[in-house]
């Protein structure tokens, strides 16, 4: 058990709906991750949070956002879902922003599935 | 541009051997760190090993090290003494610090270790 956890385990809904997935990081833990991975595009970082601001963006789509909470827990918020949306989100935590201290542990990850 | 290569679709070891899987990247950037990540069939992500582009030594935890050559631009992982719990697949990924700190992953390596 990394101390990650994310709700729900599972999600299944429809085209054009509104989902949030949520992370709650590992104790002490500032920084949050959110990744996405599906067959078609493999694993893709999708943005970070430290201590409740943005602090880096890669391939999130303008549909989808993200925030993190004063208690440090986050959610992404994923919009006019897609078929192609339909993947595993794994949201991780770690110590700090980044640099020498970048061991990450993630959650479980929510299973999506856009019908 | 950032990208990663893991040439190596599948590759089979045997229990107790080692094992090396590769990884390419190319980046322009000076500062930038290679992760290696494991995923085993149950699906969840694992943190192994880190390396930033500025040390010196090889990054080393117990039965992982990564051999980072940089000037090949290669960070291979490397598996002491092959365990059957190591049958997973493998993605290497990179961050860089300078350019928008975004992570790229490689498409992966699914190791199977026999008995």
């Known amino acids: 058990d990394s101390g990650v956890t994310q709700t729900p385990k599972h999600l299944i809904t429809a085209t054009g709906q509104r989902v949030t997935l949520r992370c709650s990081p590992r104790?002490?833990?500032?920084?949050v991750y959110w990744y996405q991975q599906s067959l078609d595009q493999g694993l893709q970082f999708l943005i970070q949070?430290?201590?409740?601001?943005?602090?880096a963006k890669g391939n999130i789509l303008e549909r989808f956002s993200a925030q993190q909470f004063p208690d440090l827990h986050s959610e992404l918020n994923l919009s006019s879902l897609e078929l192609g949306d339909s993947a595993l989100y794994f949201c991780?935590?770690?110590?700090?922003?980044?640099?020498?201290?970048?061991?990450?542990?993630f959650g479980p990850g929510t299973r999506l599935t856009v019908l | 541009a950032q990208k990663i290569t893991q040439t190596q679709p599948g590759m089979f070891v045997q229990e107790k051997e080692a094992v090396t899987l590769d990884c390419t990247y190319d980046?322009?950037?000076?500062?930038?760190?290679l992760f290696w990540y494991k995923q085993p069939s149950s699906g969840e992500m694992i943190f192994l090993i880190y390396?930033?582009?500025?040390?010196?030594q090889n990054a080393t935890e117990g039965r992982y090290s990564l051999n980072f050559q940089k000037a090949r631009k290669s960070a291979n992982l490397v598996i002491s003494a092959s365990q059957l719990g190591d049958s997973a697949m493998y993605f290497c990924?990179?961050?860089?610090?300078?350019?928008?700190?975004?992570?790229?992953f490689g498409p992966g390596t699914r190791l199977s270790v026999l008995p």
């Open positions: 949070y430290y201590n409740g601001e943005e602090r």
């Open positions: 980046t322009s950037d000076p500062s930038y760190g």
């Open positions: 390396q930033g582009s500025y040390d010196q």
């Open positions: 990924a990179m961050r860089e610090f300078n350019y928008g700190q975004n992570f790229v």
């Open positions: 991780a935590s770690s110590p700090r922003v980044g640099g020498a201290d970048n061991e990450q542990f």
């Open positions: 104790s002490g833990d500032l920084s």
